[in-house]
């Protein structure tokens, strides 16, 4: 009947109980429902898709740029301009601010949208049955107790209970089966999991073979996909190691200046500053504590990263993934799809004799040819019996095909009865505790089927019998009484290259675990065939019975673990339990049930090709070529990125020295020395000379041995002690030292001592112009010098080749033009408060980037010729 009214549906209803009581339930019948209750439960309970997040708007996104810490310091400058009265340093101050903001907004990942792709995965339209009538309707206006139509090729729409006929489901996407499992209406419901019920079908699943009728029991956020949408939402993503490391550099700095501010505002009062002097001090300490250029530079050296790892195969969906990844110290990878080119095949076979290709052509439903079709697993087998000598052209096994007894899960075979010649023979294969009891003699055959299960192979029995009965045997007699022909045994081979790319991400320190749905035999012995140690394999619900404190312990414990059976609040687990060690986790994934783990993980990692939407937008890195051996690459990107990273934050830290040394001499004579650096010439040098030169430390390649390095710690950050102490402490000082002492020595020159007035209309002034403009041209060449000494942090310049980098050749040259287009131009004399220079003077110049790559370089001398001593007294250190 019909159904056409109804009260509401409960919600406590159990999709696994039998058939007609679920109907009842459901208030549907075998008519399905009528048009209007239909449309009354899609107004009651809401349409058949998911809820989207509401993404972050623009304008937040921008306005976070405006507040940063760094943003912060030079808004405080600013502002201190303006009371001041210095209204144009003022508004350059603004202008370096908005600059900033912008570009580091346009450079920003893109929004990720994974709830809206798991909304795109799900069809369009679908058949159901309603008011007795086969008809199509869209799948948002699918509603409990719909009668759905389920067909070969179709995706199925909601999570439904089977009331007729039988189908082959593809649960990939959900569990991480790699083979089509079997449902029927008629099949007993003893599965443990609600996913492994033999009779029910879920939303986003595909239906592979057969056909069959189900009632929708649950639509939207009620289905087991829509429950994993919901796990993603709640997922918070946490900042990456790189953005956290910037921002605590970032308040660092800003504590650093102002405090320095604080500290030496009312010392220069003391010492005699004018409020405006010592406001003006101030302000320089502030912009010269700013490293300007140090956001956009890293923003646009990942960006370089991004477009690298992209010609290697990579898409990196986020610019701090690129890092994330060569911070990487436990990779979290699937089997089937990843390791696996999830296309089986037979590797071992009992007989080599022509029947028992000739049972398997018989006893199958796939194709061969142009257009393949069917279980990958059969598709195999036909292959194997090709390569045997036995090709069965499709439409000659369907003209002599008599009888189909399809594969189910209780009977574990399957059998055909089939007309070769003018005698009828029955054709089996299924699994061997199914099969062989059925044979007469099995001799030694446990043995093998043991054997080979152990390799974790997926071992099949093949028998046959001849029947010369009156009639066609029933599936009982047909089954019975067979003779035992061979055993094959399947494997979904690994891919190629994986074996290497495991072999490199070990050199790296990096441990490897597997986590799959699929069988724990079978993906330990992949495992083991790609090179990963697989010490254990722990079953998924092991897994689900440990306390958390016992997880931690299991992934804290030295080797590597193969996750069999795994859900999707596994695989969550198992991040936290990473991350909650210290670990830094890349997850890999391609369906649907790794969407929330990708997104939980410091990088999720998805397959581009065979890989469901959703997966691709919960990750942060996709693999375009779907191969494991593109994360080895990747993080060997990552960790050459994250060393050019600290490349170009020596190289720009380093010029701090130099530009504060100039305020303070000021501040501490109180004004008798007159101020080295004007506010305007650090900005010319913070955003002017210094940015292509870092941009094209960058590009650096990577030093020998990369791979060959531990990860480093987590807790250990782009700037460390050492870094610090090599750009303040020893390339800061030397610079700082020769620009003062370039800068005195020009106003010494001009017969200045201290207290001689310098302002416009004195005889001093030009000179005094020159001075300051020999402190700036002066750290401009202490730049070139320093850039070449951050090249490498122990090896020498020779061993990479001083011309090796042509982007950093060319950066150099146009910071060279650059200060000579400010010295020597009117117009920008005006602006930046420079002048022409006497040739005595740039000659003074010339040695200062030698002697500051020259210091640094006899540093990593040093400590080469330390670390050589240290490696002979002790060997293997």
Sequence with gaps: MTLTSAAPVPDDI?????????????????????????????????????????????????????????????????????????????????????LNAVLAFWQESQAEHAVEALGRFLPQQVWVVRDGHRTRVPVRELVRGDLLVVEEGERVPADARLVDGAVEVDMSALTGESNPVPRSASAADDADRTLDSPVLVFSGTVCTGGEGRAVVHGTGVHTELGRIAALSQRVRQDESPLERQVRRVAWLIAAVAVGAGVAFLPLGLVAGLSLGAAFLFAIGLLVANVPEGL??????????????????????????????????????????????????????????????????????????????????????????????????????????????????????????????????????????????????????????????????????????????????????????????????????????????????????????????????RTAGEIAREVGIGADRVVDGTAVDAMSDAELDA?????????????????????????????????????????????????????????????????????????????????????????????????YIFAHAVPEIVPFLLFALSGGLIPLPLTVLQILAIDLGTETLPALALGREPAEPGLMSRRPRPRTEGVITRRLLARAWGLLGVVSAVLVTAGFFAVLLAAGWHPGDPVGEGTPLHHAYLQATTVTFAGI???????????????????????????????????????????VSVPPLQDVFGTAALSPWMLAMLVPFPVVVWGADELLRYRRRRRDQSRRAAFPGS
């Excluded at 001799?443 to 099949?460: M, N, P």
């Excluded at 830094?584 to 649907?592: E, K, N, R, S, Y």
Aim: hydrophobic share 45%.
């Design 554 to 650: 299991l992934l804290a414990a030295p080797g590597e673990i193969v996750f069999a059976r795994a859900t999707p609040e596994m695989k969550l687990r198992i991040a936290d339990a990473l991350r909650h060690n210290g670990e830094t986790v890349a997850m890999t994934g391609d369906g649907v049930n790794d969407a929330p783990a990708l997104r939980r993980a410091d990088i999720g990692v998805a397959m581009g090709r065979g890989g469901t939407d959703v997966a691709r937008e919960a990750a942060t890195l996709v693999l375009t070529d779907d191969n494991f051996a593109t994360i080895a690459a990747g993080i060997e990107e990552g960790r050459r990125v994250f060393d050019n990273v600290r490349k170009f934050v020596l």
């Design 780 to 822: 401009v060449a202490c730049q070139v010098g320093t850039a070449f000494a951050a090249r490498t942090e122990w090896a020498s310049l020779r061993s990479v080749g001083v011309f090796s980098n042509r982007l950093l050749l060319g950066g150099i040259l146009f910071e060279l033009v650059f200060t000579a287009a400010l």
């Design 14 to 98: 159990d999709p696994r109980e039998p058939a007609a009581a679920l109907m009842r339930d459901l208030r549907t019948g075998s008519a399905g429902l009528g048009e209007r209750e239909a449309a009354r439960r899609l107004e009651l309970y809401g349409p058949n898709e998911l809820p989207q997040r509401r993404g972050r708007r623009w304008w937040v996104s921008l306005g976070k740029q405006f507040t940063h810490p760094l943003a912060l310091l030079l808004w405080l400058a600013a502002v201190l301009a303006l009371v001041s009265g210095s209204t144009s340093l003022g508004i350059a101050v603004f202008v370096v601010i908005v």
């Design 295 to 520: 956001l956009p530079t890293i923003t646009l050296a990942l960006a370089v990263g991004v477009r690298s790892m992209a010609r290697r195969g990579a898409v990196v969906k986020r610019l701090s993934a690129v890092e994330t990844l060569g911070s990487t110290t436990v990779v979290c990878t699937d089997k089937t799809g990843t390791l696996t080119a999830n296309s089986m095949r037979v590797v071992e076979a009992s007989a080599d004799s022509p029947e028992l290709g000739e049972v398997l052509a018989w006893c199958s439903t796939a194709e061969l040819g142009e257009h393949e079709a069917g279980d990958p697993m059969e598709i195999a087998l036909l292959r194997y019996a090709e390569s045997a000598g036995t090709a069965l052209p499709p439409d000659r096994r369907e003209a002599g095909r008599r009888v189909l007894n399809a594969f189910d899960p209780r009977r574990k075979m399957m059998s055909t009865v089939d007309q070769i010649g003018g005698a009828l023979r029955v054709h089996v294969k299924g699994a061997p505790e199914a099969v062989l009891p059925r044979c007469g003699s099995t001799v030694d055959v446990q043995d093998r089927v043991d054997e080979w299960t152990g390799r974790g192979l997926r071992v099949l029995a093949v028998a046959c019998r001849d029947w010369d009965g009156p009639r066609l045997p029933s599936q009982e007699e047909a089954e019975q009484g067979l003779r035992f022909v061979g055993l094959v045994g399947l494997l979904d081979p690994p891919r190629p290259e994986v074996s290497a790319a495991v072999g490199v991400v070990h050199a790296a320190g990096i441990r490897v675990h597997v986590i799959t749905g699929d069988n724990g």
